[in-house]
Structures are given as structure tokens and as C-alpha cells.
């Protein structure tokens, strides 16, 4: 994958990639020098997938804490 910055790989995209390697890995067909540059880009992949997981698990946590500060009251059209 060198057409995009892995920088710029979103989870999706990240994640389809590392299944890719994995299924090529899983061959058996693949010389030891090619699977261990898999391997390697598949590490790259995982800590992106990783990476991209934590900060959706921080934006939700932060949304859960901002609607935490919100209260609702229930319409009581007596009350106006």
C-alpha cells in the first residue's frame, strides 16, 4: 500500500489492508523474505487500526460526558 500515506489510512482502510496480508500469509505460497515484509506492514496496519479505535473510544467518551452535563426536563405545558 504505497499509494496512500499510511498516516492518512483510515480504519477501514487499514483494517482491509491487514486482512489482505493476512489472507496472503495464510497461503503458504508466499517466500520467507515476502512474508516477513507482511508481517512487518501488517504490525503497521495493526497499530494504525489500534490507533484509530482509541480515538474513536475517546470522541464517544468525551459525547457521553457532555450529554452527562445536559439535563432534560420533561414538557409541562401547565407550566406556561
Do not use: Q, W, Y
Given at each position: 500500500m504505497k499509494s496512500k500515506?499510511?498516516?492518512r489510512l483510515s480504519f477501514e482502510e487499514a483494517l482491509a489492508r491487514l486482512e489482505?496480508?493476512?489472507?496472503?500469509?495464510e497461503t503458504g505460497e508466499v517466500p520467507l523474505a515476502e512474508?516477513?515484509?507482511r508481517y512487518e506492514?501488517?504490525?503497521?496496519?495493526?497499530?494504525?487500526?489500534?490507533e484509530r479505535l482509541r480515538a474513536?473510544?475517546?470522541k464517544i467518551e468525551l459525547i457521553r460526558k457532555e450529554r452527562e452535563?445536559?439535563?432534560f426536563e420533561e414538557?409541562?405545558?401547565d407550566k406556561l
Open positions: 500515506s499510511t498516516a489482505k496480508l493476512v489472507a496472503e500469509m512474508l516477513i515484509e506492514e501488517g504490525n503497521r496496519m495493526l497499530a494504525i487500526c489500534s474513536a473510544e475517546e452535563g445536559v439535563s414538557f409541562d405545558p
